[in-house]
Structures are given as C-alpha cells and as structure tokens.
Nanobody
Framework: VQLQACGGGLVQAGGSLRLSCVAS????????MGWFRQAPGKEREFVAS????????YYADTVKGRFTISLDNAKNTVSLQMNSLKPEDTAVYYC?????????????????WGQGTEVTVSS
C-alpha cells in the first residue's frame, strides 16, 4: 500500500487548506484512514480519522469544528479540509491507513503511512 499526500503550504492565520491523500489500494473492508501531524520537537499526534465503510469520523478536540475529514471511495482518496487555521496548526501532516477495528487515534494502530505534507500557518 502506498499513500500519497498533498495540499500543504503556507497560509495566514484564519485561512484554509485542503489536504488530500490517495491510497494505492485498500486491504480490508474495515479499513480506516487517519490524519496525524507532527510539529517540530513534538510527538506525532492524532488529528482525524474516518472509516471507509460507514464514514464514521473522529476528531481531536484541538481541531473539532474547524477541520473536516471526508472520503471518496471510488478514488481511494481521503481529504482533510482545514478552516480557521491557527499558528499552532503548523506541522507536517501525515495520512495513514489502518486495518484495525478501533483505536484510530493511536499511531501504533496504523499499518501504512504517507510521506507527509507540510502546513505552515503564519500569524
């Protein structure tokens, strides 16, 4: 499985960006996709996740109400719409795929990771 993320860039605080991640294949019907981020000097943290089957979504409290995760089953693509961006959202964003049935907020539940796309929010 290969994951290709894109859409990062530089944006002013209050602005928006849309990240996309294309998965080369899906392995099981209960796959889910997640977005994580890692700021300089910090651990990788959960941002959002979505199941391929029913579209169940989960968000970190820090992004709830500002970010929206969505998927396009036909294209094996998951997107992350990021609105009202803040400087503290600055990080490298990674998409990941899991075949685990739960625990999608945990990095160790994911089998495959994309290469990351950098998001910088200026104040």
């Amino acid at each position: 499985v290969q994951l290709q993320a894109c859409g990062g860039g530089l944006v002013q605080a209050g602005g928006s960006l849309r990240l996309s991640c294309v998965a080369s294949t899906r392995t099981f019907s209960k796959d889910a996709m997640g977005w994580f981020r890692q700021a300089p000097g910090k651990e990788r943290e959960f941002v959002a996740s979505i199941s391929w089957s029913g579209g169940s979504t989960y968000y970190a409290d820090t992004v709830k109400g500002r970010f929206t995760i969505s998927l396009d089953n036909a294209k094996n693509t998951v997107s992350l719409q990021m609105n009202s961006l803040k400087p503290e959202d600055t990080a490298v964003y990674y998409c990941a795929q899991t075949s685990a049935g739960g625990g999608w907020h945990r990095t160790d539940r994911y089998d495959y990771w994309g290469q990351g796309t950098e998001v910088t929010v200026s104040s």
